[in-house]
């Protein structure tokens, strides 16, 4: 995928506006702008007598950030692992440009252009940048040496390079090993790797959990610079001021069901946590102009 140049970032507030539909930016793969990019809607999971999720649903249109919040035992990160293909729902549909889809393992997920960035960030610590990013999907040298599993390993830096730096991931020697990198560094790693190959939808599960103020605003540096291609984010985070500043869309989960929708331009600490809590209703915490019929989802 192709990746704007750097930008100065600009406040949440002067984003480009989302229409009713939630609709932001670019519409890749032919998808109308009404027609959302990835959409959940009753997914059940259960682990024996443990209902992880009871009915839970997730709206993402092209081109905008999502923030999926919650207590802890919410759901957030059962939905994320559904998504990408890591645990299988026992009951709902999962729609990717408006048909239904089935994602059985993470490789169908990425055939899908679907990306995921743990917060562990899932990043082998004894390998260079170039071959993290390239984890799985190594290229090969030309002729003989590639078919007796020689690595290309100067393409693969080659690519690298002009990943980070159209990302602006600033990496001084992309030869070291990761485990010598800040958190920061590692990070945009990890994102870096993610956004290269995500066509449709990035998935960041606590991105700034352990990183300083400076790695953090990088950070939604690069989620707006993702946003900008016209690849949707979902954003998992604890971390409300955050999720304020950078998101388009705010959907609360609780106990495995979605319990509001809310505009990131409108949205306040008040409505968020009282529909994390159960303080307020649906009706009472959601944006009505993010699209009333979704108050079906738990009438």
């Known amino acids: 995928m192709s990746i704007p140049p750097p930008a100065t970032p600009t406040p949440a507030a002067s984003a480009p506006a989302t229409s009713n539909s939630g609709c932001a930016g670019p519409t890749p793969h032919g998808a109308t702008a009404a ?27 092209p081109g905008e950030v999502v923030a999926l919040v919650g207590d802890n035992g919410a759901g957030k990160s059962t939905t994320i692992k559904v998504i990408s293909g890591v645990i299988q729902p026992d009951a709902g549909e999962i729609r990717v440009d408006g048909k239904p889809v089935s994602i059985p393992d993470p490789i169908a997920a990425r055939r899908l252009g679907i990306e995921t960035v743990y917060q562990d960030l899932a990043l082998a610590p004894d390998l260079d940048p170039a071959e993290n990013l390239f984890l799985g999907r190594e290229i090969m040298r030309p002729g003989l040496l590639g078919k007796l599993g020689f690595l290309d390993r100067k393409a693969m ?3 690298a390079d002009e990943a980070f730096g159209s990302l602006g991931v600033g990496i001084q020697d992309t030869a070291a090993q990761v485990v010598t990198m800040s958190g920061g560094q590692r990070q945009g790693i990890a994102v870096g790797r993610a956004v290269n190959w995500a066509d449709r939808v990035l998935l960041m599960d606590e991105p700034t959990a352990a990183l300083g103020v400076v790695q953090t605003e990088r950070v939604g540096q690069l989620i707006r610079r993702v946003r900008a291609s016209g690849v949707a984010v979902v954003l998992i985070s604890h971390n409300l ?30 409505n968020v946590l009282g529909a994390m809590t159960g303080a307020l209703t649906f009706e009472d915490a959601s944006d009505p102009a993010i699209d009333p019929a979704d108050s079906e989802d738990q009438s």
Request: hydrophobic letters at 40%.
């Open 241 to 270: 001021p955050f999720v304020f500043e950078y998101a388009d869309r705010i959907e609360v989960l609780r106990l495995g069901q979605r319990v509001a929708r809310l505009s990131g331009a409108t949205a306040t600490s008040e």
């Open 35 to 61: 027609t959302p990019v990835l959409e959940l809607t009753g997914i059940v999971k259960n682990y024996g007598q443990v209902q992880a999720l009871r009915g839970a649903a997730l709206t993402v249109y």
């Open 157 to 159: 830096r080659t690519k």
